[in-house]
């Protein structure tokens, strides 16, 4: 399987806190993207950061990128209830194809 | 704009049943594509379009079966049920110059007994 894989599987955190979540993917990239899913929803995306780029913000995301490590982080400030969801990692390589990791589950408490 | 519609929402097949899950999309987009979701595996890549009359394979087709007649629609037809194709089944559709950037449906929910 090509599938990345995303750490950690589940995350729980308080309103308030930040929240890192980490991506790791096995071949070259074009991108990298970001996708959060609401339980029971499809997939909105996020945050789409390009192979020669290193860090991107988008209001309270922030994503990380090295490709030297194949892994990618996605940071999420000042968390909230809203934010809970399932996030998902997808690399696009060289081919018409995204590749998904695994997910982590993130669950933000009051 | 409707955005990336699938139909049905629910489906209960009985082993050996065919099939179709509809996908459309109204946003002029050249990709579409249908995943597979199942629980701790993240999404699977089943077929994919870059284009009305052009299909491809992704990660795991075997027992689908798709075709793309027109820009807007993307039919998933499952052959021959197998209790492993229950699952979760989302279509997603991007511009081709968009970086694969995604719209996904809403999902159909499969069960083969």
């Known amino acids: 399987s090509q599938q990345g894989e995303e750490d950690p599987q589940a995350l729980s955190i308080q309103e308030g806190e930040n929240a890192t979540m980490n991506c790791s993917y096995k071949?070259?990239?074009?991108?990298l993207q970001w996708y959060r899913q609401n339980s029971g929803r499809g997939l909105v995306h996020l945050i789409l950061?390009?192979?020669?780029?290193r860090e991107k913000h988008s209001g309270r995301l922030r994503v990380t990128l090295d490709t030297s490590k194949k892994s990618s982080s996605l940071l999420i400030t000042a968390s909230r209830a809203a934010d809970t969801a399932s996030y998902f990692c997808a690399s696009a390589g060289t081919a018409s194809k995204l590749t998904f990791g695994t997910g982590t589950r993130l669950q933000v408490t009051l | 704009n409707a955005g990336v519609t699938q139909t049905p929402k629910f489906q209960v097949l009985k082993t050996g049943q065919s099939m179709t899950l509809q996908c459309a999309q109204d946003m002029n987009h050249e990709y579409m594509s249908w995943y597979r979701q199942d629980p701790g595996m993240g999404l699977r890549l089943i077929h994919y379009s870059v284009g009305a009359g052009i299909t491809d394979q992704g990660e795991v087709p075997n027992g689908y079966n798709v075709s793309r007649s027109t820009t807007e629609d993307f039919p998933l037809r499952l052959l021959s049920a197998a209790p492993s194709q229950t699952s979760v089944y989302f279509c997603?559709?991007?511009?081709?110059?968009?970086?694969?950037?995604?719209?996904f449906g809403p999902g159909t929910r499969l069960l083969v007994l």
């Open positions: 950061i390009r192979s020669n780029e």
């Open positions: 071949t070259s990239i074009n991108n």
């Open positions: 997603a559709s991007s511009y081709l110059g968009s970086d694969l950037a995604q719209y």
